[in-house]
């Protein structure tokens, strides 16, 4: 049995570092220090398993140029970029709902130590 197509991409996409990754990705190739540098938080091996995830499922390649040191370069893919939009969108509406959620989060919070 076929898993589920939206649970298939949402294990990758739904990944905390996954949108930030393609987004920062958005204006072009970039190197893994590059990345790691416009992504606070992400460590190294974090990045890594991101990209790896990424590429696997189609919507990042990895090209390496030999030079000394090795040229390493990540860049989204036609289907990729087809995320973006997607990501923006969502992007838009975290930003104008965050006070929303925020107030949710402290009224539920509130809720839970009164009933403890």
């Given at each position: 049995?076929?898993?589920?197509?939206?649970?298939?991409?949402?294990?990758?996409?739904?990944?905390?570092?996954?949108?930030?990754?393609?987004?920062?990705?958005?204006?072009?190739?970039?190197?893994?220090?590059?990345l790691?540098?416009?992504?606070?938080?992400?460590?190294?091996?974090?990045?890594?398993?991101?990209?790896?995830?990424?590429?696997?499922?189609?919507?990042?390649?990895?090209?390496?140029?030999?030079?000394?040191?090795?040229?390493v370069?990540?860049?989204?893919?036609?289907?990729g970029?087809?995320?973006?939009?997607?990501?923006?969108?969502?992007?838009?509406?975290?930003?104008?709902?965050?006070?929303?959620?925020?107030?949710?989060?402290e009224?539920?919070?509130?809720?839970?130590?009164?009933?403890?």
């Amino acid at each position: 049995m076929a898993l589920c197509p939206t649970r298939q991409v949402m294990a990758t996409v739904g990944d905390k570092w996954a949108g930030l990754v393609v987004n920062a990705l958005a204006d072009g190739p970039r190197r893994h220090g590059e990345l790691r540098t416009r992504i606070a938080g992400a460590s190294q091996k974090m990045l890594t398993q991101t990209l790896r995830a990424l590429e696997r499922d189609g919507l990042v390649t990895r090209t390496v140029t030999p030079s000394v040191p090795v040229r390493v370069d990540y860049e989204l893919t036609a289907l990729g970029r087809s995320l973006l939009p997607v990501l923006q969108a969502l992007k838009a509406w975290s930003e104008t709902h965050i006070e929303d959620v925020l107030t949710a989060r402290e009224a539920y919070d509130a809720r839970e130590a009164a009933n403890a």
